[in-house]
Structures are given as structure tokens and as C-alpha cells.
């Protein structure tokens, strides 16, 4: 029996797209998709319906079809977790001890788990974000992923378990609707604009966020879990750096395509959560390390949303 790939948390923004690649690299049958509810798209590959905190059934699973590569992307969300702290903490934590767990036992090989812009808080440096810095997230999700990020270095230097991480920062893909994130606006607005030709956006109009197009997260991510191990220096989790820009920079991008667009600003809760966040990241030691660049500008990247959104948004 061939060796296969676990994809955990398939159904959300990133797992739609790294399924769909990891299939095209790696086969069909080669890749497992999971997730806790029932995939709403036919699927090319196997699909196992999969609680994550259920360590019995995550272990048949990974035997049933000799997984040795888990890609963990179960989580709840920045925006979401805030509404529902305690599960937050429960799943973001006890998923990554349940798949940390299997490598250590030496039954699976290799794992990916994500962590986030989240991780860094209002004391980081906002420009320029180095890869070691002050660190105080003020989020659910933020601390949740600090602390895995502890916990995937720990794991590495106690057990030998080969984690590979990157802090992804908010991204944007056309294959999916936004998870619950506060960098979802940057999704949402290219809907809104191809349905309503309006947007009423809860971030202030300069509130500059690291972004990064969805298939530039989907190459960083297989990247990373192909490079040779010796490569991979940092085992908490890499910076990872793609577009910066603010509400009214992606709105003045929008409107060279359809020119009525207009947008408005309202601001929530989630204003607070990004003026914790950095506006620009340095990811010097992802280019280093494994070669990382990304491939998508602001301009490219509305053109192709656009583009491929007027197919399929009615």
C-alpha cells in the first residue's frame, strides 16, 4: 500500500485549494481530504468525514490509509474565536497534540501545521516584522497560535518530530468564501463589488494588512513540506511576506475593472484585532531557507480574482 497524504480541515479556504494541488502533484488516490462536515463539492480523491479532537478516529483514519504526511488546517479563526474563546482554545490546541502525538509514536513522518500574523500583538514592531520579535497576541487566536508554535519547536527538539510551520498572513482566493477571519474583507469586497457594485467594509480605510494571494499561501505551503529537512532552520514557524495594502488601495484597484464600485466604512470589533497586527513582514529567512518568493502583486492579484469571480459569482 502506497504511502499517503492527510489533508485535515479540508473544506476551508486554504484546505479547497492545497487539496486540489496536492492532488494534481501527487495523485488523486495519494491524497485524503478530511473534514468534520461532508465536502459540498464532489470529490476527485477519498474523503473521510473527521473529528480532529477524536484521537481514536483520527488514528483509524491514518491507519486505514497509511497516511505519513498530515497537513493540519483545522482551527477556528481570528474573528470566530473571539465569539467562542474556550472551543477556540480546545480545538486550535488539542488538534495539534493529537497529530504531534501520531509523529512522535513514529506513525506518521511529517507534519504541517499553520500559524499566523495572529501570533504577533499591539507591542510587535508594525513595519518591517522580524522573524524573532515581541511577541504579546490579544487574541484567542492569536495565543492559541503562539503557543503551538512553542509546542511544534518543542516537539522537534525532544521527540524529533518534523514540523514545518509558516505564520500565514491574511489571504485571498476565489475558490472559497471567507472563514470567519478579520483579513476576510479582502475577500468579501470582490464579491460584493461583482454582486453590488458596493462594499461596507468593517476595517478603516488605512488599516494596511500583510495579505498574500491564495495560490502563492497554496506554493509556500507544499514548498516548505518538499524542501530537504536540513533546510528547515526555524521549527516554530516561519514569517512569511506577500502583498501589504489597506482597504482603499484594494478598492482603487477594483474600480480599474468595474468602474462604479464605490465603497463605505463602518467600523466593528474587528478593527481593534487588526491595529494589533503588523502592516508589513519581513520573511527573509523563508527566502533563505527554502527559496520563497512570491509570485502575486496587488494588481495581478485583483485582476485574477475579478477574472475568475465573474465566472462563478451570480
Known amino acids: 500500500m502506497s504511502e499517503t497524504i492527510l489533508v485535515i480541515g479540508s473544506s476551508g479556504q ?7 494541488e496536492l492532488r494534481n502533484q501527487y495523485g488523486n488516490d495519494n491524497v485524503v481530504a478530511s473534514d468534520i462536515k461532508e465536502p459540498q463539492t464532489p470529490q476527485k480523491g477519498p474523503f473521510e468525514a473527521l473529528d480532529i479532537l477524536n484521537k481514536e478516529q483520527l488514528l483509524k483514519v491514518v491507519e486505514r490509509h497509511n497516511v ?13 474565536a473571539e465569539k467562542n474563546p474556550e472551543f477556540a482554545w480546545e480545538l486550535n490546541m488539542n488538534s495539534l497534540f493529537n497529530v504531534l502525538n501520531l509523529a512522535k509514536d513514529g506513525i506518521i513522518k511529517k507534519v504541517f501545521w499553520p500559524s499566523s500574523i495572529a501570533v504577533f500583538g499591539p507591542t510587535t514592531p508594525k513595519k518591517d516584522t522580524p522573524q524573532y520579535t515581541i511577541m504579546e497576541p490579544s487574541t484567542v487566536y492569536g495565543i492559541s497560535k503562539q503557543a503551538g508554535e512553542r509546542w511544534c519547536e518543542y516537539y522537534y527538539k525532544k521527540y524529533g518530530v518534523d514540523v514545518r510551520s509558516i505564520r500565514y498572513p491574511g ?13 476576510d474583507y479582502a475577500v468579501d469586497i470582490f464579491h460584493q463589488a461583482i454582486k453590488h ?8 480605510a488605512t488599516t494596511t494588512l ?8 497554496i506554493k509556500a505551503t507544499i514548498q516548505i513540506m ?8 526555524i521549527r516554530s514557524s516561519y514569517n512569511l511576506a506577500g502583498i501589504s495594502f489597506n482597504p482603499e488601495e484594494i478598492a482603487n484597484e ?31 529567512d523563508a527566502q ?3 527559496n520563497w518568493s512570491p509570485e502575486y502583486n496587488l494588481e495581478t492579484m485583483s485582476a485574477n480574482m475579478i477574472k475568475n469571480l465573474k465566472l462563478i459569482v451570480t
Open 288 to 290: 533563505e531557507d527554502w
Open 171 to 183: 489571504l485571498i482566493g476565489y475558490k472559497s468564501l471567507p472563514g470567519g477571519g478579520t483579513t
Open 14 to 20: 486554504i484546505g479547497t485549494e492545497l487539496v486540489e
Open 254 to 284: 477594483i474600480k480599474k475593472h468595474i468602474p462604479t464600485f464605490t465603497i463605505s466604512y463602518k467600523e466593528d470589533f474587528r478593527q481593534k484585532i487588526a491595529d494589533s497586527w503588523p502592516q508589513t513582514i519581513n520573511d527573509k
Open 226 to 233: 518538499q524542501a530537504p529537512k536540513e533546510n528547515i532552520k
Open 197 to 204: 457594485g458596493e462594499y461596507k467594509c468593517f476595517l478603516n
Open 68 to 80: 505519513k504526511e498530515v497537513y493540519l488546517l483545522a482551527a477556528l479563526l481570528s474573528a470566530t
Open 210 to 217: 500583510p495579505m498574500m494571494y491564495m495560490s502563492d499561501a
